[in-house]
Every structure is written in structure tokens, then in C-alpha cells.
């Protein structure tokens, strides 16, 4: 090994340190912990097992819980595309000092605890919350319907804070795009709105695209905000894992589901990103 | 009336003046070069054709019709960016496409007529690619193409050759020429480079300051620049301050051509030449530097220091610390009275 090899290995050994000791060693933990058996009398039993994999991928109970954690995710996502793309369109075109004040706007909710903006959540969401009251008044419900412990709250809460990675994600392609673009197409004869939809949202989709891995697997692997809005009757994947490591205290079981979850967010981001650097590669120097 | 009129047009950001009573009129079918330093005002005249800039004041008119009530999507002129503004996300095909689709052409027509424009340009095999596999003069190609295809009533450019290496500047100088007589579509090019310039232009409005400085074909801004702004920033000139004698004007007591007040003489490095009878300004050859095709002397003279340019064509030329007289023809010299600023 010569010198400069050695030194390079130097540098990056604190780091490697961290990450094994703090990241790989828990992991490989959990992973080995999920194939432990468990009794109520005995606790965790040190068997080599797949019965909790078994267990989790047999029971409908399961099956509803990790495919809630999908939908609440994939409709997080898209809401997160749909307000947050237009939103850093929006942002870009703005003049100083108001993109300025309007940036710190939009990564408020990263600014707030999760704790306080979550339980401000629950007190808009509530039985005699203001959303529920509007919607009453605007004659949309016939009662006041409250959202807490519903999959829309979660969503709702969820967007509120995910919404600004969308946002820096796509402005950070919308940065990399030659605004003279834009004049070409509207010289060219287009309207404002064909060129929004043709010129720059293509050029913004790398971003749309990288933002929605962020948003989706922030979002499926939520804690906080699913366990104080959707509480215990609408458990999701990070929840129920929760639930069985301190409530029933099967470890083992938890483990496998954590597993489950990080394989399954795993798989889909790697796919996603398959898929973008295919289709994207061609156009856009990465 | 001139098919593009610009009258006293006037753009104003705040106190800051870009440009100043401007009165322009280009005929059909002209290439014209609006031709000065960075911040002269050219760029932003351009940007109030093309309608992405509204003059504070003044009318554009294009073919009698007023334009300042009209949309720059409602102009219908092809405009090629400095940057070339190409689609990125677009086969070179669909790039070209786009102005006639947004106008609605049909699909076999816009077929045929993307594929001829991409032919008039050398690209015609090219058609499937995308922007960021072409060289930049390919992309220029593509963006002239594409600002062609609509058959605009004016074609702008926006410096569209600053991005290219000189080989390929030249080159495409050549080219562009040759496809705006083709297709005989009105220019305005807008050029820092005054060589480019000089090689298009039928006419060049020479610009400074946010006003005209002279418009004039690019032999007249040459040989007759109308102001001691246009000599200098249009190839290099050497000024001398003369004093009247009874036998002429004199620089530094060596008389050298007729003239009966004090004046600032401007005269061409290549109209300079040595003499070896009589009259001329004494000097003594400081430096001689082979260009190629041309030499380059400075010779110091007591009237200041004078660039001198001769043809590489074989004739002997003084060395470096001789001592030589220049001289030159009354006719080739521009005079401008002492006391008159230009």
C-alpha cells in the first residue's frame, strides 16, 4: 500500500467507524433478531426461524397495515408533486425581497417540532377543529366530521412537512434550466400554459422525480406524525413496529416488520431511480 | 417606409438610460448588424423587437403594423439565443417542430418542412438526436433551423456565433450568410464582434451609449467612421493631433496633408507607409511582430506612438531600431476639429 493509498484509508476511517458502529451493527442486529422465535412466557427465543416472516406475510391484518403505509405514502407523494412543483415554478419567477420572505415560508414546517406542529395538527384536524367546522359551514358534511384517526389527516399532516423537499428538489432543476428556454418557446408562438407544461415541466421532471423518492420514503417510514393523528386505530408499518417492540414486546416479530418496511422502501427508491437515469440520462447531463 | 421602422424609441430603467432616441428602418430582405461594447443598448433593442422588453417610449412598426400592442408569441419572429435555447428534453426533430406546431400546421406538412430546414443547415441525418449529443455548432445549426422553419417575418440573433471556437465561427459566418440570401428573411444581428459584423452585414448601425452612433454599410463605418468613437472601436486607428501651417497640417512640425485648422488626424494602420523621399513624420521602428499574412510595426514618432500594418508579401520592411518616415494619403485620413467633441 503506498503512501497516498494509506493516507486516503486514513480519512476515511472515522467515518467508516460511525457509520458501522451506528448504522450496519443495529442493522445487521435487527435483521438477525427477526429470525429469533418468541413465547409469552419465555420471550425472545434464540431458535433460528422464519415464522415471523411467515406470520406477517399470512395474516390480512398485516397485509392491510403495510398496504395503508403504501397508499398514505403514494398519495403524500403526488399532492407533494402537485403543490410543490408549481409552487417552486412560482418561487423561481418571483423578485427579490419576496422570494426571499416566500423561501422561509415554504421550509417553515421543517423550522417547528414535530411534537407541537403535529398536536397543532390535531387541534385543526379534531371533532371541533377548524377544518372540520369549514366544512360543515360550507354545507360539504352534515355534521362537523372530525379527521383525526383518518388516513386524510395522516396525509394532510404529512404533506405539511414534506412539501418543502419537493420544493428545493425541484427548484434545484428548475435552477439548472436556461430560462432563455422559455422566451424560445413563447417566440416560437406558445401560451404561458403550454409552455409551463411543455417546456419547463419536462425540464423540471429529474427534480419531480428525485423529490418523490425523498417525499415517499419520508413519508412510509413516518413515525410521529401517523402515531399522534392516526393514533392507535390507524396503525401503519412504523407504528405497528413500535407497538409490537413495547407494547406486546415480541421483538423478534417487530424486527421483521422494521425489516419488511426497509426492504420494501428500499426496493421501490431503487427501482424509481432505475428508471429515471434511463429515461432521463439521453437528455440531461447528470 | 421601411419594412421594420423603430421610431425614437427610448428604454429607461429608472434613472439608468439603455437606450436613446433610436431611429431605425430596415428593408426587406436586409441583414443588418446593430454593432457595439457591452451595455451600448443593442441587446435591449433587440429584446424590444422581439417584445420581451416595452420601449419606455417610441413606436415599432413592422410591414405598417404596429407591434407594441402585440404579445412576443403573436409576432411570429424566429429569434436564436446566445445559449441557443434549445429544448434540452426534445429530439432536434421536435425541436424544430415546435413553432409549427403551436401554429397548428399539419403533421405531414410539419414533417417535410422540419426535415428541409434541417437539410438547408447540413443536419438533415440528425434529426433523431438530442441537444446535448451535438457539438455547439451543431446546436447553433438547430436553433437557426428552428427560428427559419416558421418563416418569420424578421429573424433575430442574439450574438449567436460568441459561443463557437474561430474556426467554426468563420465558418458558420459563411454559412449564415449564404442561408439569409437563400431564403431572403430580414436580419438583425446583434454582435459585440466587430469582425462578424463587418463579414454579414449589408448595413451596420454602430451603437454606444444607447444612442446610434452611424449607420452605414460596412465599408463606410470602415473607411469613413462618423465619430472618433466609431474609428477606434471599429479595427485599429492611429490619432494624431495636427497644427495648421501655411504649407498644411502639421504633426509635431512635419507637415503632412492639407488643412487650414488644428484638427485630430485619424488614419488606418495599413494606409500607413514608409517613405523614402521628402515629407513624412520621422520615427524609429520600436517593434516588429509577424502575424502570418501581415506584419505588425510600432514606430514612435514624435507626434505619439503610430501602429503600422504591411502585407507579408515579400517586400523588405525596416528591423526593429531603424529609422524610417511615415507617410500617407491625404484621402485615406479622417479629420476631426480640435474643439468639435465627436
Same mark, same amino acid.
Given at each position: 500500500?503506498?503512501?497516498?493509498?494509506?493516507?486516503?484509508?486514513?480519512?476515511?476511517?472515522?467515518?467508516?467507524?460511525?457509520? $458501522?458502529?451506528?448504522?450496519?451493527?443495529?442493522?445487521?442486529?435487527?435483521?438477525?433478531?427477526? %429470525?429469533?422465535?418468541?413465547?409469552?412466557?419465555?420471550? &425472545?427465543?434464540?431458535?433460528?426461524? $422464519?415464522?415471523?416472516?411467515?406470520?406477517?406475510?399470512?395474516?390480512? %391484518?398485516?397485509?392491510? &397495515? %403495510?398496504?395503508?403505509?403504501?397508499?398514505?405514502?403514494?398519495?403524500?407523494?403526488?399532492?407533494?408533486?402537485?403543490?410543490?412543483?408549481?409552487?417552486?415554478?412560482?418561487?423561481?419567477?418571483?423578485?427579490?425581497?419576496?422570494?426571499?420572505?416566500?423561501?422561509?415560508? $415554504?421550509?417553515?414546517?421543517?423550522? $417547528?417540532?414535530?411534537?407541537?406542529?403535529?398536536?397543532?395538527?390535531?387541534?385543526?384536524?379534531?371533532?371541533?377543529?377548524?377544518?372540520?367546522?369549514?366544512?360543515?359551514?360550507?354545507?360539504?358534511?352534515?355534521?362537523?366530521?372530525?379527521?383525526?384517526?383518518?388516513?386524510?389527516?395522516?396525509?394532510?399532516?404529512?404533506?405539511?412537512?414534506?412539501?418543502?423537499?419537493?420544493?428545493?428538489?425541484?427548484?434545484?432543476?428548475?435552477?439548472?434550466?436556461?430560462?432563455?428556454?422559455?422566451?424560445?418557446?413563447?417566440?416560437?408562438?406558445?401560451?404561458?400554459?403550454? &409552455? %409551463?407544461?411543455?417546456?419547463?415541466?419536462?425540464?423540471?421532471?429529474?427534480?419531480?422525480?428525485?423529490?418523490?423518492?425523498?417525499?415517499?420514503?419520508?413519508?412510509?417510514?413516518?413515525?410521529?406524525?401517523?402515531?399522534?393523528?392516526?393514533?392507535?386505530?390507524?396503525?401503519?408499518?412504523?407504528?405497528?413496529?413500535?407497538?409490537?417492540?413495547?407494547?406486546?414486546?415480541?421483538?423478534?416479530?417487530?424486527?421483521?416488520?422494521?425489516?419488511?418496511?426497509?426492504?420494501?422502501?428500499?426496493?421501490?427508491?431503487?427501482?424509481?431511480?432505475?428508471?429515471?437515469?434511463?429515461?432521463?440520462?439521453?437528455?440531461?447531463?447528470? | 417606409?421601411?419594412?421594420?421602422?423603430?421610431?425614437?424609441?427610448?428604454?429607461?430603467?429608472?434613472?439608468?438610460?439603455?437606450?436613446?432616441?433610436?431611429?431605425?428602418?430596415?428593408?426587406?430582405?436586409?441583414?443588418?448588424?446593430? +454593432?457595439?461594447?457591452?451595455?451600448?443598448?443593442?441587446?435591449?433593442?433587440?429584446?424590444?423587437?422581439?417584445? @420581451?422588453?416595452?420601449?419606455?417610449?417610441?413606436?415599432?412598426?413592422?410591414?405598417?403594423?404596429?407591434?407594441?400592442?402585440? !404579445?412576443?408569441?403573436?409576432?411570429?419572429?424566429?429569434?436564436? @439565443?446566445?445559449?441557443?435555447?434549445? @429544448?434540452?428534453?426534445?429530439? =432536434?426533430?421536435?425541436?424544430?417542430?415546435?413553432?409549427?406546431?403551436?401554429?397548428?400546421?399539419?403533421?405531414?406538412?410539419?414533417?417535410?418542412?422540419?426535415?428541409?430546414? +434541417?437539410?438547408?443547415?447540413?443536419?438533415?441525418?440528425?434529426?433523431?438526436?438530442?441537444?446535448?449529443?451535438?457539438?455547439?455548432?451543431?446546436?447553433?445549426?438547430?436553433?437557426?433551423?428552428?427560428?427559419?422553419?416558421?418563416?418569420?417575418?424578421?429573424?433575430?440573433?442574439?450574438?449567436?456565433?460568441?459561443?463557437?471556437?474561430?474556426?467554426?465561427?468563420?465558418?458558420?459566418?459563411?454559412?449564415?450568410?449564404?442561408?439569409?440570401?437563400?431564403?431572403?428573411?430580414?436580419?438583425?444581428?446583434?454582435?459585440?464582434?466587430?469582425?462578424?459584423?463587418?463579414?454579414?452585414?449589408?448595413?451596420?448601425?454602430?451603437?454606444?451609449?444607447?444612442? =446610434?452612433?452611424?449607420?452605414?454599410?460596412?465599408?463606410?463605418?470602415?473607411?469613413?467612421?462618423?465619430?472618433?468613437?466609431?474609428?477606434?472601436?471599429?479595427?485599429?486607428?492611429?490619432?494624431?493631433?495636427?497644427?495648421?501651417?501655411?504649407?498644411?497640417?502639421?504633426?509635431?512640425?512635419?507637415?503632412?496633408?492639407?488643412?487650414?485648422?488644428?484638427?485630430?488626424?485619424?488614419?488606418?494602420?495599413?494606409?500607413?507607409?514608409?517613405?523614402?523621399?521628402?515629407?513624412? +513624420?520621422?520615427?524609429?521602428?520600436?517593434?516588429?511582430?509577424?502575424?502570418?499574412?501581415?506584419?505588425?510595426?510600432?514606430?514612435?514618432?514624435?507626434?505619439?506612438?503610430?501602429?503600422?500594418?504591411?502585407?507579408?508579401?515579400?517586400?523588405? +520592411?525596416?528591423?526593429?531600431?531603424?529609422?524610417?518616415?511615415?507617410? @500617407?494619403?491625404?484621402?485615406? !485620413?479622417?479629420?476631426?476639429? !480640435?474643439?468639435?467633441?465627436?
Amino acid at each position: 500500500m503506498n503512501a497516498q493509498a494509506r493516507q486516503g484509508w486514513l480519512l476515511v476511517a472515522p467515518a467508516t467507524l460511525l457509520f $458501522v458502529g451506528i448504522v450496519a451493527t443495529p442493522l445487521a442486529m435487527t435483521l438477525l433478531l427477526s %429470525f429469533n422465535g418468541w413465547s409469552s412466557t419465555q420471550g &425472545i427465543v434464540p431458535t433460528l426461524t $422464519v415464522q415471523n416472516y411467515a406470520e406477517i406475510l399470512s395474516d390480512s %391484518f398485516f397485509a392491510e &397495515i %403495510f398496504l395503508r403505509t403504501l397508499r398514505i405514502a403514494l398519495w403524500v407523494t403526488l399532492i407533494c408533486v402537485l403543490i410543490g412543483a408549481p409552487e417552486a415554478y412560482i418561487l423561481r419567477r418571483m423578485r427579490e425581497p419576496w422570494r426571499s420572505s416566500f423561501i422561509l415560508v $415554504v421550509i417553515g414546517p421543517l423550522l $417547528v417540532s414535530v411534537v407541537a406542529r403535529t398536536l397543532g395538527w390535531a387541534l385543526l384536524l379534531g371533532g371541533n377543529g377548524l377544518i372540520p367546522l369549514a366544512l360543515h359551514r360550507l354545507g360539504l358534511t352534515s355534521s362537523p366530521v372530525s379527521l383525526m384517526f383518518t388516513e386524510t389527516g395522516v396525509v394532510i399532516a404529512l404533506v405539511h412537512v414534506l412539501v418543502p423537499f419537493m420544493v428545493l428538489s425541484v427548484w434545484a432543476s428548475l435552477a439548472r434550466m436556461d430560462p432563455a428556454t422559455e422566451r424560445a418557446a413563447q417566440s416560437l408562438g406558445a401560451s404561458q400554459i403550454t &409552455i %409551463f407544461l411543455r417546456i419547463v415541466l419536462p425540464q423540471a421532471m429529474p427534480g419531480i422525480l428525485s423529490g418523490g423518492i425523498i417525499v415517499f420514503s419520508l413519508a412510509a417510514s413516518a413515525f410521529a406524525t401517523p402515531a399522534i393523528i392516526g393514533g392507535r386505530r390507524l396503525k401503519v408499518a412504523s407504528t405497528l413496529a413500535y407497538d409490537e417492540f413495547l407494547n406486546t414486546l415480541n421483538w423478534p416479530l417487530g424486527a421483521a416488520i422494521a425489516v419488511l418496511l426497509l426492504v420494501g422502501i428500499v426496493a421501490i427508491v431503487v427501482g424509481w431511480n432505475r428508471f429515471i437515469e434511463r429515461r432521463y440520462s439521453q437528455v440531461f447531463a447528470s | 417606409m421601411p419594412y421594420l421602422a423603430l421610431e425614437n424609441i427610448r428604454k429607461a430603467y429608472g434613472p439608468a438610460v439603455a437606450v436613446d432616441r433610436l431611429d431605425l428602418g430596415v428593408e426587406k430582405g436586409e441583414f443588418i448588424s446593430l +454593432l457595439g461594447p457591452s451595455g451600448c443598448g443593442k441587446t435591449t433593442t433587440l429584446q424590444m423587437i422581439a417584445g @420581451f422588453v416595452e420601449p419606455t417610449q417610441g413606436a415599432i412598426a413592422l410591414d405598417g403594423i404596429d407591434l407594441s400592442r402585440l !404579445a412576443p408569441e403573436k409576432r411570429g419572429l424566429g429569434i436564436v @439565443f446566445q445559449s441557443y435555447a434549445l @429544448f434540452p428534453h426534445m429530439t =432536434v426533430a421536435a425541436n424544430v417542430a415546435f413553432g409549427l406546431e403551436m401554429r397548428r400546421v399539419g403533421k405531414a406538412e410539419i414533417r417535410q418542412r422540419v426535415e428541409q430546414a +434541417l437539410a438547408m443547415v447540413g443536419l438533415a441525418d440528425k434529426g433523431g438526436r438530442y441537444p446535448r449529443q451535438m457539438s455547439g455548432g451543431q446546436q447553433q445549426r438547430v436553433a437557426l433551423a428552428r427560428a427559419l422553419v416558421i418563416r418569420p417575418a424578421i429573424l433575430l440573433l442574439d450574438e449567436p456565433l460568441s459561443n463557437l471556437d474561430a474556426k467554426q465561427r468563420e465558418e458558420m459566418q459563411l454559412e449564415l450568410r449564404q442561408i439569409q440570401r437563400q431564403s431572403g428573411t430580414t436580419t438583425v444581428l446583434v454582435t459585440h464582434d466587430q469582425q462578424e459584423a463587418l463579414a454579414l452585414s449589408d448595413r451596420i448601425v454602430v451603437m454606444n451609449q444607447g444612442r =446610434v452612433e452611424q449607420i452605414g454599410s460596412p465599408f463606410d463605418v470602415y473607411e469613413r467612421p462618423g465619430s472618433a468613437f466609431v474609428a477606434t472601436f471599429l479595427g485599429r486607428t492611429n490619432t494624431f493631433s495636427a497644427e495648421p501651417t501655411p504649407r498644411g497640417l502639421a504633426v509635431a512640425g512635419h507637415v503632412m496633408m492639407p488643412g487650414e485648422r488644428p484638427a485630430t488626424i485619424s488614419i488606418r494602420p495599413e494606409k500607413v507607409d514608409f517613405t523614402t523621399d521628402g515629407d513624412g +513624420l520621422p520615427g524609429r521602428v520600436l517593434t516588429r511582430v509577424f502575424q502570418g499574412n501581415h506584419w505588425l510595426l510600432h514606430v514612435e514618432t514624435p507626434g505619439g506612438l503610430c501602429l503600422v500594418i504591411r502585407p507579408n508579401d515579400g517586400r523588405p +520592411l525596416p528591423g526593429e531600431g531603424e529609422t524610417v518616415v511615415l507617410a @500617407f494619403r491625404a484621402r485615406d !485620413a479622417s479629420l476631426s476639429l !480640435a474643439g468639435s467633441t465627436p
